[in-house]
């Protein structure tokens, strides 16, 4: 079993040092370890910008707060609380599923004439691969870096060891197998990319 779970690791795990970058990126998701993650690389001076993304989650109640009506306005009032300033998050608050995060920021960044050259990608580490092939294939261009944040249970050292942590990673092996074609349909053909 060392085996395996040594080759899933490798596989679901990216990871990188970051690195001065045009931006950080931060797909959906509830929770707040990837959220605090991008603050922290953009108060230590990565990158000048930040772009969550994401239009609602099915876990409402992770929120707390009825007054977000996304994941966006969510995310954004993290970073603004740990000391993000306003105007260093960029909005885009219509995506549902990851990959629409990756086209819809790239249409966000494509809007504003922003050229990323180098990308920061903050997220939940067993979400590493699955953000990285999307992201990379909507910004074809793009050097990007996945930095994910700490979360216990589900980091490349421990995630085997409970029920929880192997049932969260091994979904996301079967997510990358049953959407890698869609996504790689619209990458082929960018000019059907529905934005």
């Known amino acids: 079993m060392e085996r395996f779970f040594q080759a899933?690791?490798?596989?679901?795990?990216?990871?990188?040092?970051?690195?001065?970058?045009?931006?950080?990126?931060?797909?959906?998701?509830?929770?707040?370890?990837?959220?605090?993650?991008?603050?922290?690389?953009?108060?230590?001076?990565?990158?000048?910008r930040i772009l969550p993304s994401g239009a609602h989650s099915t876990a409402e109640s992770a929120f707390g707060d009825s007054a977000f009506d996304s994941e966006w306005a969510w995310m954004r009032r993290l970073l603004l609380d740990s000391g993000v300033p306003d105007a260093a998050i960029l909005r885009e608050d219509r995506a549902t599923y990851t990959w629409q995060n990756a086209l819809l920021s790239r249409q966000v960044t494509d809007e504003m004439g922003l050229r990323v050259r180098t990308g920061l990608i903050a997220c939940q580490p067993s979400h590493a691969r699955r953000a990285l092939f999307y992201y990379?294939?909507?910004?074809?261009?793009?050097?990007?870096?996945?930095?994910?944040?700490?979360?216990?249970?589900?980091?490349?050292?421990?995630?085997?060891?409970?029920?929880?942590?192997?049932?969260?990673?091994?979904?996301?092996?079967?997510?990358?197998?049953?959407?890698?074609?869609?996504?790689?349909?619209?990458?082929?053909?960018?000019?059907?990319?529905?934005?």
Do not use: M
């Open 136 to 195: 990379q294939a909507a910004f074809p261009e793009a050097r990007l870096l996945v930095c994910p944040a700490s979360v216990p249970g589900l980091n490349r050292d421990d995630w085997f060891l409970t029920c929880e942590g192997r049932e969260k990673v091994l979904g996301e092996v079967r997510r990358l197998g049953s959407q890698i074609n869609q996504v790689l349909e619209d990458a082929i053909k960018p000019d059907t990319r529905v934005y």
């Open 8 to 48: 899933v690791t490798e596989f679901i795990f990216a990871q990188d040092c970051p690195e001065k970058a045009d931006i950080i990126f931060l797909p959906g998701s509830a929770h707040t370890e990837h959220v605090k993650k991008a603050a922290e690389l953009y108060l230590a001076g990565y990158a000048p």
